[in-house]
């Protein structure tokens, strides 16, 4: 079980399954939403439960963003699938769960470098995005 939630606590959220590994998604909209590339992990919707009002962002025909109306801290990425992403520094305490890779690189901001040996897809990868691992 994983415990995380905003910076004021208004809104909480426990997860009873597994997390995915950690992906770095370098899109224009996750750098324009996060102030820097997003580093999410996700789970099954059925394992997790939200506690708390988040203010959702359609930011295109096929995903939405979740948020804390409070604080503005970003939390969720909803597509299309059976998983919600989770923005991983929401997490809270150790995590045990580690980084897999970089999606939309072609679109990353050109004030940084991707300098590990992680895979890197210059658009979407659904071989590093829909994978749920079990513990």
Request: glycine share 14%; hydrophobic share 30%.
């Amino acid at each position: 079980m994983k415990t995380g939630g905003c910076l004021c606590g208004a809104v909480t959220y426990v997860v009873c399954g597994p997390l995915r590994p950690v992906v770095a998604c370098h899109c224009t909209q996750c750098r324009k939403s996060s102030g820097h590339h997003v580093a999410a992990t996700s789970c099954h919707r059925d394992d997790i439960e939200i506690t708390g009002k988040v203010t959702w962002y359609q930011s295109s025909d096929t995903a939405r963003r979740g948020f804390c109306g409070t604080c503005g801290s970003n939390l969720f990425w909803d597509g299309p699938g059976v998983n919600l992403s989770i923005f991983a520094g929401t997490l809270d305490g150790p995590t045990g769960i580690k980084m897999a890779g970089h999606i939309f690189c072609a679109d990353k901001g050109d004030y940084y470098e991707l300098g590990d040996d992680l895979p890197k897809a210059d658009a979407g990868d659904p071989a590093l995005t829909t994978m749920v691992h079990k513990e």
